[in-house]
């Protein structure tokens, strides 16, 4: 199983970006899908999760500001960033978990000020 992350870039504070993430030589479909990130120095911490049945949790830092959603197709999902800010500079890693915790290979997210 392969996780495919993308859509990271560089952006102006206060701008958005949609992080995307899709799963490749699964049978089966992830119970729980999320992002975490990690910045430079820092221990990699949970961003967002999603169940398969919709239920969200998100870091306090992110909430009202990030959207976690999951598509149509299987295994995949997506991470709507809005009003982002400096200290959402990080590499962005996608995950999924069913028995396992499959992850991606990161995308870079930085914020300028």
């Known amino acids: 199983v392969q996780l495919q992350a993308s859509g990271g870039g560089l952006v102006q504070a206060g701008g958005s970006l949609r992080l995307s993430c899709a799963a490749s030589?699964?049978?089966?479909?992830?119970?729980?899908m999320g992002w975490y990130r990690q910045a430079p120095g820092k221990q990699r911490e949970l961003v967002a999760l999603i169940s398969n049945i919709g239920s969200t949790n998100y870091a306090d830092s992110v909430k009202g500001r990030f959207a976690i959603f999951r598509g149509n197709a299987k295994n995949t999902q997506y991470l709507q960033m809005n009003s982002l800010k400096p200290e959402d500079t990080a590499v962005y890693y996608c995950?999924?978990?069913?028995?396992?915790?499959?992850w991606g290979q990161g995308t870079q997210v930085t914020v300028s000020s």
């Open positions: 030589g699964s049978i089966f479909s992830f119970n729980i």
């Open positions: 995950c999924g978990y069913s028995g396992s915790t499959y």
